[in-house]
């Protein structure tokens, strides 16, 4: 799917996978060496991450149940933690560097199929 931020009329990811299983979630994006271009993770529910045992750093965006962005992280390095996001049910996780500054705090995201 893609996630495309309604707000600012623009692409953010064009290939994102949902996980939304205990072992997808708790998977996560651990095991990978990078994120390609385009690349996101979106996992619901989620208030919070932890970067432990990752190898990149990632850009992430805290989603309230209507995909309302709550929060914005970019750059978080591996071997972090988040704070917990209590207004947040799904966060996004992209590759460092893809957001540059494009999403704020209130834009509205929509997933396409």
Known sequence: MMAFNRTRGREIASSVLKAEDYASRSRGLLGRTAMGPGEGLWIVPCPMIHTFFMRFPIDVLFL?????VVRVLEGLKPWRLSAWVWR????????AGELQGGVDVGDELEMRS
Request: no cysteine; aromatic share 0%.
């Open 64 to 68: 309230d149940r209507g995909l309302k």
């Open 88 to 95: 947040a049910h799904s966060v996004l996780e992209l590759g």
